[in-house]
């Protein structure tokens, strides 16, 4: 089944204390991208990944990291997460010449 | 840069009455529009999109949004709705060839029997 994954789906955390939230994908997308839920905001795209070794900022950086190692996997990393960066994660995919982006279950993330 | 508004944050409705969600957009050059929804606990999902071609999209579960260029709008409707349909709704926007999305702050719509 062609999916993108996520893990973990819930996480609470503390202050400082790094995490890593993993997204992975089976369908050879080369687009990989990260984005946030907040309520009233919608979501907004924190870092993109146009193929392998290949990652860019997108409108809310601050505080994140990313790798794009494999094409596969994406993960999200928070080196010393703080509090406004609870939220509801979404991961996406896209395949290069399509318009529809694939999204991932989600991961709620609170930081105490 | 585009942006993207939806006018109703919330949208309560009864069970087979028509509902309509309304997404603005502004950009200075064509775009692509997408419906997102969002049921309770899950991910998102695409819904319709507009590339180019008819104005009037639909999608298998009945819903339809229609693209008016002079207006920049592109709201959804669906003539009658279900209990199933309760979810949130997102008006998305990107550019061609670009696949940043950027969403509008959301609708939920509660469909009350």
């Known amino acids: 089944e062609a999916q993108v994954t996520q893990n973990p789906r819930y996480l609470i955390t503390v202050t400082g204390k790094k995490l890593t939230v993993t997204c992975s994908q089976n369908m050879n997308h080369e687009y990989m991208s990260w984005y946030r839920q907040d309520p009233g905001l919608g979501l907004r795209q924190i870092y993109y990944s146009m193929n392998v070794e290949v990652t860019d900022k997108g409108d809310v950086p601050e505080g994140y990291k990313v790798s794009r190692k494999e094409k596969r996997n994406f993960p999200l990393i928070l080196e010393s997460p703080s509090p406004n960066q609870t939220s509801l994660y979404f991961c996406?995919?896209?395949?290069?010449?399509?318009?529809?982006?694939?999204f991932g279950p989600g991961t709620r993330l609170t930081v105490l | 840069a585009q942006s993207v508004t939806q006018l109703d944050s919330q949208v309560p409705v009864f069970e087979e009455a028509p509902v309509e969600l309304r997404c603005n957009y502004s950009s200075s050059v064509s775009v692509y529009l997408f419906w997102y929804v969002q049921y309770p606990n899950q991910g998102l999902q695409l819904l319709l999109k507009?590339?180019?071609?008819?104005?009037l999209v639909e999608s298998i579960n009945g819903f339809e949004a229609e693209f008016n260029k002079s207006q920049t709008s592109f709201h959804l409707r669906k003539p009658s709705v279900h209990i199933s349909d309760t979810a949130e709704y997102f008006c998305?926007?990107?550019?061609?060839?670009?696949?940043?999305?950027?969403f509008g702050a959301g609708t939920t719509v509660t469909v009350r029997a």
């Open positions: 998305a926007v990107s550019y061609y060839n670009d696949y940043k999305l950027s």
């Open positions: 507009y590339l180019s071609g008819s104005t």
């Open positions: 996406a995919s896209s395949a290069y010449g399509t318009d529809t982006q694939y």
